[in-house]
Structure formats: C-alpha cells, structure tokens
C-alpha cells in the first residue's frame, strides 16, 4: 500500500483537470442550493451528487486508489449521458421543463451534466473518456511488469 | 464591472494559459516566464477585487447575484497560488501545463463573472 507510485507525466494533467472540475461543480451547486433549491430541486440535487463524485475521483486518480478510480469515472460517464440526454429529450423529468434549451446549459439552472456538460465547453463528456483510457493503459502496463 | 477590464483579464489570462501550455508541451519545467505570467493573471484578479469592491459605490451595480459573483473571484483568486505551488513541488514539464490548465480556467472563470454581474438572469 505505501509503495503506490504516484501519477507520472501526462496523468498529472488529468488530476489537474479533475480538480479544477471538482472545485468548479462543488462552488456553483453548493450555491445554487444555498441560494435558489426551490427553483430545480431534481437538477441541483444531481449537480449536488455530480460534485461529490468528482471530488472522489479527483482524490482517487492522485492517491492510485484504481478501483475507486474506476467506479467514479465510471460513474460519471454514466451520469453524463443520461442527465445529458434527459436534458436534452425530457427536460420535464429533471424540473427543467420550463427552462429554455440554452438556459439548461448557461444559464442560472444549468448544472454540470447538463446537455452533456456544454456549460462546461463539454469537458465532463471528453474526461471520463480519457480517464477510463489512461487506468486501462495503467492495468495493461502493470499486467505486462508485474 | 468594467467590460473593458474583463476583456483585459480575460485576454491576459488566455495568453497565460496558451503559453503555458506550449512552453509544457515543448518539455520546458516551470521557469521565471512560467510563473510570471500566473503573477501577472492574479494581480489582474486581485485588481478586478478592488474593481468590484468600488463599482456599487461609483453607480455601477451588479444586476446579477452578487454572492455568486464573490465565490468566482474568491476561487480564482486562489488557483495561480495553487497552480505556482504545485509547479514549485513538481518540477516537470506537466507542471507547466497545469499552470496553463488554471490560467485556462481562470479565463472561463472571469467571462462567467462578467455575465453575472452584467445579465439580469430573472
């Protein structure tokens, strides 16, 4: 357990870029709750979830906890696909049904998954990818050296 | 706000980024060029503060959600420390990059903040 390498070279970037992810989702839904729940309670709720699990992953991907990695970007994936496509097709399951197409995006009840996470110049649909690339990169490496 | 001075941070905080990135990308580790233009990005941010303290006094008001507006700046205010601290422990080329990365987001940061304090969302 105490001999975990830590990230190396380009993985650094990744952990950078979750970060930056992790702080941005945590700030906007923790005040979007704080401020005005009421207004989309489902989508802030899920922003609230999206959040969290970033931050896991984030601490995740630095600390080489794998298998968490892997369940959180997983997750995340997941989560950005069908809150994305609910946004898109059935904007009324989440209480966006009210809210015009842009505004789930960019305006003041766009959360991060939101049409896949345009908001976010769709960075939360591009990382998940490029995570689950670099752990399976990082198995197959450590299937061949160890 | 000042569209002006956001445009100024905005543009500076781009080409922070940008250069960053490519200095990363070309192997070059955190160097004075590096850190500086971070240096340079957070006295903008620290400027656009004092901006932002003194605009409601001065007839200019925000017509957006003035606590949103604060927990932007006060998050970006801290990420070229971060980003200079990480370069300054991790003294590879992917440093660099991260140093670009914050400046990057620091950029999207202020257009948001621009938006918040100019569009009356309702």
Known sequence: MSTRPKPAGPARILVAVYAVLAIAATGRSAFQIVDRFDEAPIAFTLSALAAVVYVVATL??????????????????????????????????????????????FGRESTVWALFGLGYLCVPLVLPVIGLLYLGRGRRTAAITG | MIDVFTVILVGAAVLAGLLCVVLGLLGRPPADLSVLALVVVEVL??????????????????????????????????????????????????????????????????????????????
């Open chain 1, 60 to 105: 995740a991907l630095a600390f080489r906890r794998d298998l968490l990695a892997w369940i959180t970007i997983g997750f995340e994936l997941l989560g950005v696909l069908v809150v994305g496509a609910l946004t898109v097709f059935a904007p009324d399951v989440v209480g966006l049904g009210e809210v015009a197409l842009t505004d789930r995006a």
């Open chain 2, 45 to 122: 941010l620290l400027a656009q503060v004092v901006i932002a303290i003194v605009a409601p006094f001065s007839g200019n008001p925000p017509t957006g959600n003035l606590g949103e507006f604060w927990v932007y700046l006060a998050t970006a205010c801290l990420m070229p420390p971060a980003a200079i601290a990480w370069a300054l422990t991790d003294r590879t080329r992917w440093s660099t990059v991260v140093l670009g990365v914050a400046a990057l987001a620091i950029a999207v940061m202020a257009y948001r903040m621009n938006q918040i304090w100019n569009v009356q969302l309702g």
